[in-house]
């Protein structure tokens, strides 16, 4: 389904040298006998997760997709990054669809709420809250804003109708909350985090009320954990991809750059950041994840990719064969200069400037740049890509001897803020 090219950044006599600490490591994923044992759920839900319920989500999904014009995603972190970078890359950053899907509670910002709040007046509307802990602040304050509208607009009955929730099966506000107002929720398993979440019903909600096939999603992942279930360095691309960055990390790079050439990706970007991010960034360790979407910041950050500090390497995650496609026209004067042009595609021009800039990094900049090529993005597809990352993580941090699945770090700002704020106990 994709092709994962690290000979620029590794070399072969390289990667055998990890060896042993592989096969150490995947064992250990496979037995959960490491840091963070109880949370890796995620390992085998593509063919475990629960197949009733996923036939009452769908349905549900359906129901939201033919009686409402927008679904509201309440959700931040991990519960909310992997349903909107699939959105994004599966049905582009100016979407027609039907349904429209509009995210709150990833930000306290009062503007965007209240834009939000404000244009969500007039329209039918639909949630879908989403908060494995179910007392996370900023998904908390939007959910009640946005029950509130509801309620006022047609009602506490009508509103039962209009609320899908996710959260933990048995603990947490939000449960208890869905369950005294009636509400239908799909559990996030105990097992799986927030960021290694968005093959639950944490995406597959969203994503089925938006239409997209989450079946072949699952089949996709469920193809990656086969292929990926093995500690042979010669063929895993997951763990060559891992090694190739454990590799840049001891030799001096801080920073990883994703680089992508569409700006419905941009959004995976973002949902790697967290993923790495969140996941590696501990004591005082890890690569920091950073990301570009050219050819747009060729004319921004590009500058400081091709000649500044040399800090960082990239990974590139290129998309071969776009859905849709424009052909440059004739133009009988050619002031601009493009009859040149003439007839060929955007992703003719888009291919060329990767290759173009590749090379320049590669070469002139010195910068190393592994390549993952997909041929073309599907659901199938992306969910292989999602297990790809997810499994890829879980050895990177492993290979850090960090737990992949807790985030300390985060703590300590809700903590002061919770103190300012006056919650009672801190
Ligand atoms: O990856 C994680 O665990 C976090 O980013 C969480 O997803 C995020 O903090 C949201 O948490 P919750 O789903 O409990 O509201």
Redesign the pocket.
Known sequence: MIKVDVSNVISEEEIVKYQEKVTKINKMIDEATGLGNDYVGWKDWPVDYDKEELERLLKDAQYVRDNFDVLVVC???????GAKCALDALKGVKSDDKLEIIFMGQTFSPNYTKQVLNYLENKNFAINV???????T??SIAFRLLKDLLERKVGKEASRKAIYAV?DKEK?ALKTLCNNEGYATYV?PSNI?????VLTP?GLFSLAAAGVDVKAMLEGAALARKEFDNDDLKKNKCYRYAVSRDYMYRNGKAVEMFVTYEPQMSQLSEWLK?LFG?SEGKEKKGLLPGSVTFSTDLHSLGQFLQDGSPILFETVINVLNPELDVKIPHDDLDLDGLNYLEGKTLSFVNQMAYQGTLKAHQEDGGVPCNIITIDSMNAGTLGYLFYFFMRCCAMSAYLLEINPFN?PG?EIYKKNMFHLLGKKGY
Not at 75 to 81: C, E, F, P
Not at 130 to 136: A, D, F, R, V
């Open positions: 959700g931040i972190g991990g519960s909310y990054l989403i908060s494995k802990s179910g007392t996370t900023e998904t959260t947490g996030l985090g927030g960021r290694f979440s944490v967290q969140e985030q985060v």
